[in-house]
Each structure stands twice: as C-alpha cells, then as structure tokens.
C-alpha cells in the first residue's frame, strides 16, 4: 500500500497522560501536514513540515503538543498530560506535486 | 484569514438522481485552489475534484463536477447519477498557493455536508 499511514487508529488514554502517534506520508511527498477533526466539524490545520524542518503551527497547537519529522520521513505528533477536550480524530496529510493533499486513515483520540 | 462556507449540513438525493453541494468561501488572494474532499462513514478522507482559481474551465471527474464562480466565490459539487457509494460527509476546501505573501499552505475546510442516498 501507498497510501499515508497512521499508527495507531485507536487510541483510549486517561487524563493526565502522554500519547504519541506516527504518521508515514507517500514517500516521495516532502509536505507533511497534521490536522485535528472533531466530531461532526472539518479538519483544522495543527502545523506542518516540509523535510524535516517544521514551518507552521497552528494557535491550537498548544505547548502540550509536540511534532517532529526528524529523517524528513515519518512524523511523531506526542500530546502530554492529555485532557478530554484532546478527543478527536488526528489526521495527517502528505502534499503531492500538484499541491493535491493526500490523507492517512487518522488516529483516533479519547480521553477518559 | 480565509474562510470557507458549506450551509447545508445534510442532503439526500434518490440514487441516480443528481444534487448540488454548495460551497462559499472568502478570500482576498486573486489565485488559489479549491477542492472537494469526501469523508465515508469511519474512513479515510478521499479527493472527489479540485480546481485552479485561474483557469476558467470547471474541473469535472466522471460523475463529479463542479460549478466555480469566482467573482461570487462560488464553488458548488454536482453528482450526477448518484450511487450508494457516495453516502459520505463531503467537505469543501481551500488553499493558498505554495509560497504566496499570505504564507498559508494549509487546507481550510468547511463544516461539511452529509449526503445521503436513498434507493
């Protein structure tokens, strides 16, 4: 398969805790976006990379949430002491050419 | 900032019948891409069509089309021959181009459609 990939698809965490989540764009795509989708709302960009070098960062992107990218491969989204208002679907997107965004599957959050 | 419009939360149309999602949006760039992105029930986000906001021509897939009016901001998804397969929230989106002044690569969704097919 191609396609972006995103690990895990689930993931049920308690308050207070670290969570991390991976993403593997298209590999020839050096654009790499994450965004978050919550329930019955579209995606809202959190920040993205081109390569390893991290661009843009949303507002929503508060000191709690972390993205690295750090081969310009693969990207890590970590989110520490995790609070319910975290619980969404996190999506990731890789960039072709054409300047079309590809998107993975998205990792699914909640937060007890 | 930019913005973008989707007014109508639900639709329904009878399968193989046509219908019309509607999609304004609020720019000051006079260059840009628009695209219609359509999300199935607990699956991945899937392109259905984008355009250029320069070139005049309405960008049309198969059964999918697009009606682009840009001096109204306009950019309406029209499905033709509608199956069941196209049950999904549909969401309109857009982007400034790469490297523009306003610095923003990122997509700038809607709230979406929900579109259901009745048989």
């Known amino acids: 398969d191609t396609g972006v990939s995103q690990d895990p698809r689930h993931k049920i965490t308690k308050r207070g805790q670290n969570v991390t989540f991976r993403c593997d764009p298209i590999?020839?795509?050096?654009?790499l976006y994450w965004y978050r989708q919550t329930l019955g709302q579209g995606p809202e960009f959190l920040t993205y990379?081109?390569?390893?070098?991290?661009?843009?960062k949303s507002r929503l992107l508060s000191d709690r949430f972390s993205a690295e990218r750090p081969k310009g491969s693969f990207s890590t989204l970590e989110i520490q002491r995790t609070e319910q208002g975290d619980s969404a679907m996190y999506l990731c997107?890789?960039?072709?050419?054409?300047?079309?965004?590809?998107f993975g599957p998205g990792t699914r959050l909640l937060v007890l | 900032a930019q913005t973008v419009t989707q007014s109508q939360p639900e639709m329904s149309v009878q399968e193989a019948e046509t219908v019309t999602l509607s999609c304004t949006y609020d720019?000051?760039?006079?260059?840009?891409?628009l695209f219609w992105y359509k999300q199935p029930p607990s699956r991945q986000m899937i392109l259905v069509i984008r355009?250029?906001?320069?070139?005049?021509q309405n960008a049309t897939e198969n059964r999918f089309s697009v009606n682009f009016q840009k001096a109204a901001k306009s950019f309406s998804l029209k499905i033709s021959d509608s199956q069941l397969g196209d049950a999904a929230m549909y969401f309109c989106?857009?982007?400034?181009?790469?490297?523009?002044?306003?610095?923003?690569?990122?997509?700038?969704f809607g709230t979406g459609t929900r579109l259901t097919i009745i048989p």
């Open positions: 590999s020839e795509h050096n654009r």
């Open positions: 355009q250029e906001a320069y070139k005049q």
């Open positions: 990379f081109q390569n390893e070098a991290q661009l843009e």
């Open positions: 720019t000051s760039e006079s260059d840009y891409y």
């Open positions: 997107a890789s960039v072709d050419s054409s300047e079309t965004q590809y």
């Open positions: 989106a857009y982007r400034s181009l790469p490297n523009s002044n306003f610095g923003n690569e990122k997509l700038t």
